[in-house]
């Protein structure tokens, strides 16, 4: 009788609204290595016990987290499947197979690639597969919310290209398109990239087309931060549009860190070369699989739900934070992220934060889009995640402002936090 080989099962999506549950403790880590595993222990308490507003973080479920810590990462696999450097590859074939299958579903493209390692990897494969160095791009200039991929100095975007960047509008805060349209005539780039780290609405992507077909351009979207919004029906999708979609997993779209890019079919096979072997040696397959049960939850209509009501908090959470005395650019936000000025209330940016952190609240800072003081840059992906409401949002605004103005002491605005946090437990359990 022939011995047949079933494919390995890969996890079903198991998120639940009730909120997921550590998969394994960390007992025979702490016996084997108590050192690392006495770490990974208090960095599990630090994200359960303080407030998560860091707008590029998140809580991914206990499947992602058992598909991160699968013998997976044990394989090696160079280049695609059916088409690999090593032997044995029968099931990462199958699991990227299945990644990139729920990818093109999920956000109606003809082309996925799951293999880049981050956000940035994606973005450089994406440049590497349409520029030549010293090709001209424009995107975001950094002070207005590009990421270091779109030219900053000290990254590879930087140094091998040549960088013009758009700004916003200082009054509006929104992106000012006859700026963009102008610099593409004057300067010819080879690519425009939309896309930003701290941008709280909607670019306009057919506007962009529309600039880019003018220039002759690609166009990249930078859909890094979006993604899960887009996955979930909450923003609009730029895929009709781009001839490019790069993006993290582990945003909104609360997968495992890493990134992945969208294309047509007719640029697929210049993408897959530029991603391997031009950017990356061997995918890490166990992050393909936890890639590919992070898409498959993002399909269930309980992802959407959860898309919608991410951005139903940062807009409450916007509007609280305005009556609290916070100036917010753009005066709101259709997304995850809100910026909040704390420079009304007499703070700088850096000293919130510090008082915050004080308070057992994480967050970033980031450019604001007029002078050259920072902004705080909040979001509400993870603490949504965790099953925190628009009441919890309202009272958040209103911790935020008595840390940041200083008037409680940060012990009891721990206490505060330590409320909110025991009721909505990342992992519960
Ligand atoms: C987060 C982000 C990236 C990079 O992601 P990494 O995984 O940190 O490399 C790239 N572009 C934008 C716009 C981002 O927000």
Not at 132 to 158: E, I, K, Q, W
Request: hydrophobic share 40%; proline share 8%.
């Amino acid at each position: 009788m022939p011995v047949t080989t079933p494919a390995a099962p890969v996890p079903a999506p198991s998120y639940s609204s009730s909120g997921p549950v550590m998969p394994q403790d960390f007992d025979s880590l702490l016996h084997q290595d108590p050192e690392v595993g006495s770490i990974l222990l208090a960095e599990a308490d630090r994200q359960a016990g303080t407030l998560q507003l860091i707008a590029a973080e998140n809580f991914t479920s206990p499947a992602v987290l058992a598909a991160l810590g699968s013998p997976l990462a044990n394989k090696y696999a160079e280049g695609y499947p059916g088409a690999r450097h090593h032997g044995g590859c029968e099931q990462a074939d199958a699991v990227e197979r299945l990644a990139a299958d729920r990818a093109t579903a999920l956000f109606g493209a003809e082309h996925a690639n799951v293999q880049p390692h981050s956000g940035s990897s994606a973005v450089l494969a994406a440049y590497a597969a349409l520029l030549r160095p010293g090709d001209t791009v424009l995107a975001m200039g950094l002070p207005y919310g590009g990421h270091l991929t779109h030219g900053a100095p000290g990254n590879f975007s930087g140094r091998w290209f040549e960088f013009a960047g758009y700004g916003v509008d200082p009054d509006t805060g929104l992106i000012d398109y006859a700026q963009v349209r102008a610099l593409a005539r004057a300067r010819r780039p080879k690519a425009i990239v939309c896309g930003s780290i701290s941008y709280p609405r909607h670019p306009d992507y057919e506007r962009f087309r529309d600039i880019a077909d003018e220039a002759g351009a690609y166009l990249i979207v930078d859909a890094a931060h979006p993604m899960g919004l887009i996955a979930g029906g909450a923003a609009p999708s730029p895929v009709p549009y781009a001839d490019v979609v790069c993006a993290t997993t582990h945003k909104v779209l609360r997968g495992p860190r890493g990134g992945m890019i969208l294309c047509g079919s007719g640029l697929a096979e210049r993408i897959d070369r530029a991603v391997f072997p031009f950017t990356q040696g061997g995918a890490q397959m166990h992050t393909v699989a936890a890639k590919a049960v992070a898409f498959g939850e993002a399909a269930n209509p309980r992802f959407a739900l959860y898309a919608h009501q991410v951005v139903a908090h940062a807009r409450v959470l916007a509007s609280a934070l305005e009556s609290e005395g916070f100036e917010i650019t753009t005066g709101g936000t259709d997304t995850h992220i809100v910026v909040a000025d704390p420079a009304p209330l007499g703070v700088e940016a850096r000293s919130a934060r510090e008082r915050l952190m004080a308070a057992g609240v994480v967050l970033d800072t980031c450019a604001l889009p007029y002078g050259d003081a920072r902004g705080l840059r909040l979001g509400t992906a993870a603490v949504t995640t965790q099953g925190m409401d628009e009441d919890d949002m309202t009272r958040i605004a209103s911790l935020l402002a008595r840390a940041v103005r200083g008037e409680d002491d940060p012990g009891s605005l721990r206490a505060e936090v330590g409320e909110l946090t025991e009721h909505n437990p990342p992992y519960p359990g």
